[in-house]
């Protein structure tokens, strides 16, 4: 059976995943995973074994506010304008999420899972590999996707700035975080003692948080037709069901630092969380929203 690669299986598409090399792709200086939305916990189908994909919801998940999706997109668009004059594309962004989504499918399961770890970020990465360590052994899983529809944008959220734990001083508007340093904000303030102060102070720390850090994350939502099972070496079925087709409402979150450098683009998406995997099932030191 052919290799299957993770850049040949996606096609190229400078607003989507110009490379999924995981040399290629910065990682995130303080921010690993940012959930956007509220939990999906209520919504989830039990499962016996704790992977990313089966935990499937039977309802629609929750969506981010209009306000915040539109201020969201909003400096995403700026950010490409300022770029090279372009338009971010929503539909093309879409189809290479949907992309991505499919070939997380079949590396899930298969020998070369090895392959994800240039398409999800590292934490993520770590935490399914750990989770398929602690699956009893000689069980196999088999995951087939049928299709893929109402794939929707429902969450665009990004941060400004960094600054060392404990340091953190965080200023949120319509769902957008600009985090910056308290001990900088205090000399700041000492600084400027005019009637102008604060206009001032924010302009600066706003500057300084562009130039430090920018990163954006995208919820995406679709439903999928699919079958899944889990059985262990006598084929006893652990997980999932025997040749049934189900109807799982899922939620991804693609994210990227901005790279002002990359000569192709300066996105380079990688998958953050998985059905809120990571906000589920691991400790998240991101920020809450």
Known sequence: ?????????????????PSLRPSSIRSSTMLSSLRLLSSSKA??????????????????????????????????????????????????????????????????F???RNEL????????????????????????GKLE???????????????????????????????QKIITSKSRLESLSISYSNGRMTFKVAKELGEEATQARMEFLLAVSFLAKERYRLVDKDGTVLDGAEGKVRSSHHQWVFGSTVDWDNDIYPF??????????????VINDGCET
């Open 268 to 281: 380079q998406w990688r998958i953050y969380d998985i059905n809120n995997y990571l906000s589920n099932n």
């Open 1 to 17: 059976m052919a290799s299957i690669s993770a850049v040949n299986m996606i096609r190229y598409n400078k607003y989507l995943f």
């Open 145 to 175: 996707i049928e299709s893929i529809k109402r794939l929707e944008l429902t969450g665009v959220r990004s941060v400004f700035g960094t600054a060392s734990p404990g340091d953190e001083h965080v200023v949120s508007w319509l769902g």
């Open 110 to 112: 298969s020998n070369e």
């Open 43 to 108: 919504h989830n189908a039990s499962s016996s074994y704790p992977l990313p994909w089966p935990h499937h919801a039977r309802g629609p998940l929750p969506t981010d506010r209009l306000l915040h999706r539109i201020a969201g997109l909003f400096l995403l668009r700026r950010v490409v304008r300022n770029w090279d004059g372009s338009r971010f594309d929503t539909s093309s962004f879409l189809n290479g999420a949907k992309d991505a989504i499919l070939l997380v499918g079949k590396l899930l």
């Open 117 to 140: 770890e240039g398409i999800l970020q590292p934490k993520l990465f770590k935490a399914v590999e750990t989770s398929f360590s602690s699956l009893p052994q000689d069980s196999q």
